[in-house]
Structures are given as structure tokens and as C-alpha cells.
């Protein structure tokens, strides 16, 4: 006759494996494609004046950007947020159509 204590004892909590969860491969072709511009924003870590160096990257490097929706696990490119103002579309595919207050306001 079969126990069923012990055999209840057997089962695993989960049957799941990390890539359920996350296609790694995917992350690692998807970072490859924007590691230039991870990287630039990386300098704003430790900055004393991080308004200002995000405006000079962004300025500079406008295809920055497009790393901030990943960085923040959004899919979209364009972000509609509503403040005390109105209502403001955040774009970080287009930066000449929107005002880089916004960014450094929402991010």
C-alpha cells in the first residue's frame, strides 16, 4: 500500500525554471542593441548635478533616450502623464517633441 505522506513529500513547489519567467536570450540580444547608450547614461551614476548631465547626454545623444522606457520595464515609446498642469505625451523615440523638463520631471 502506497503512503501518501511520503509520496505528497515528492512534489516540488514549483516546476518552473528561470526562463519561464524571462527569455534571457532575448534580454541579451535586446541590450546588445542599445549597450552604446546604457553606457552613456551610466555616467549619470554618482552625478552632483544629475538634471543638468542628463540634459547635456540627452542634448548630445538624443538616441539615449530609447533605453529609458527599458530601463523603467515599460514597453511603450510613448508615455501619456497627467500632472497638476494637464495632460503631457512623453516621447522617447521623437526628443525634438518634447520638453526636456518633462523628461527629467517624469524619469
Same mark, same amino acid.
Given at each position: 500500500?502506497?503512503?501518501? *505522506?511520503?509520496?505528497?513529500?515528492? !512534489?516540488?513547489?514549483? $516546476?518552473?525554471? #528561470?526562463?519561464? !519567467?524571462?527569455?534571457? +536570450?532575448? %534580454?541579451?540580444? /535586446?541590450? *546588445? /542593441?542599445?549597450?552604446?547608450?546604457? *553606457?552613456?547614461? /551610466?555616467?549619470?551614476?554618482?552625478?552632483?548635478?544629475?538634471?543638468?548631465? !542628463?540634459?547635456?547626454? %540627452? /542634448?548630445?545623444? &538624443?538616441?539615449?533616450?530609447?533605453?529609458? &522606457?527599458?530601463?523603467?520595464?515599460?514597453?511603450?515609446?510613448?508615455? $501619456?502623464?497627467?500632472?497638476?498642469?494637464? +495632460?503631457?505625451?512623453?516621447? !522617447?523615440?521623437?526628443?525634438? *517633441?518634447?520638453?526636456?523638463?518633462? #523628461? $527629467? +520631471?517624469?524619469?
Amino acid at each position: 500500500m502506497r503512503n501518501f *505522506n511520503t509520496w505528497l513529500e515528492t !512534489f516540488s513547489d514549483c $516546476i518552473y525554471t #528561470y526562463d519561464f !519567467f524571462t527569455d534571457f +536570450k532575448k %534580454v541579451y540580444e /535586446n541590450i *546588445n /542593441n542599445i549597450k552604446v547608450e546604457l *553606457n552613456i547614461l /551610466n555616467s549619470l551614476i554618482g552625478s552632483q548635478s544629475i538634471e543638468q548631465d !542628463f540634459t547635456n547626454i %540627452v /542634448n548630445k545623444y &538624443p538616441e539615449t533616450l530609447k533605453c529609458i &522606457p527599458i530601463l523603467l520595464a515599460i514597453r511603450q515609446q510613448e508615455i $501619456i502623464v497627467n500632472d497638476t498642469i494637464g +495632460k503631457h505625451i512623453i516621447n !522617447f523615440k521623437k526628443f525634438k *517633441n518634447t520638453d526636456i523638463k518633462l #523628461y $527629467i +520631471k517624469w524619469v
